[in-house]
């Protein structure tokens, strides 16, 4: 089983989309598990602060590297057996971009930890210090920059589980082990609106799979 273990302030707003649909029943069905360290409970003040101003000046706050080390730090003694294949996901909008390729990749893992920053991001020295702890790979998913790193970490949760052998009941279901198009057809056969009507293209009906692969190519 892959176990994911995300760094995160909120792990509520995760949690509904990774009990929802496939990824939901990955977890019923024992193929994934979810964990959560929230960093505010590894704060040493008394109001779980854990952002600070930047040094240097500049807008905003920064996250504090040792709550977010010793959150990463719990989830890895959840599963202490040194021989385990574990790795720690950092974000970054100057990251190398995820691809299928690592997502095929981070699948051969037996732990995937994924620290989500907030605000400003995350005090660098964390991601030194969580380097001598395991392997470390920094990632941006997409060109935009969010407010956290929770959407880009639920996608490459998605992504990485999509891949597990019977989460998606056939190798074929994952997209790109296959020749797909961008536009899909279902039934009806025709819709009408407004005084028109569109149609299923008549290649996709006639059951001639290399004349739909060279279709579906063309796309």
Same mark, same amino acid.
């Given at each position: ?14 949690? +509904? ?66 021989? !385990? ?32 920053? !907030? ?66 057809? +279902? ?33």
């Amino acid at each position: 089983m892959l176990r994911f273990h995300l760094i995160t302030l909120f792990s509520d707003a995760c949690d +509904t989309y990774l009990s929802a649909s496939i990824i939901g029943r990955a977890r019923t069905e024992k193929k994934i598990s979810i964990t959560y360290q929230n960093p505010r409970d590894f704060v040493d003040n008394k109001w779980g602060k854990v952002d600070e101003r930047p040094y240097g000046g500049g807008p905003g706050m920064v996250m504090t590297a040792l709550p977010i080390v010793r959150a990463v730090e719990k989830s890895l003694k959840t599963r202490a057996a040194a021989k !385990r294949r574990r790795v720690i996901i950092w974000f970054s909008p100057s990251g190398k971009q995820f691809t299928n390729k690592d997502a095929d990749a981070l699948a051969k893992y037996q732990d995937v930890i994924l620290v989500c920053g !907030r605000y400003e991001g995350i005090d660098e020295r964390a991601k030194k210090i969580l380097k001598t702890l395991a392997p470390l790979k920094e990632f941006a998913v997409g060109e935009a920059v969010y407010t956290g790193a929770e959407v880009p970490a639920l996608a490459i949760v998605d992504a990485v589980t999509r891949r597990l052998p019977g989460v998606l009941g056939k190798d074929t279901s994952v997209e790109e082990r296959r020749i797909a198009s961008r536009a899909v057809y +279902t039934r009806p056969e025709t819709i009408s609106y407004k005084g028109k009507n569109y149609r299923v293209p008549k290649v996709l009906q006639t059951g001639h799979h290399a004349n739909i692969d060279a279709w579906r190519t063309r796309r």
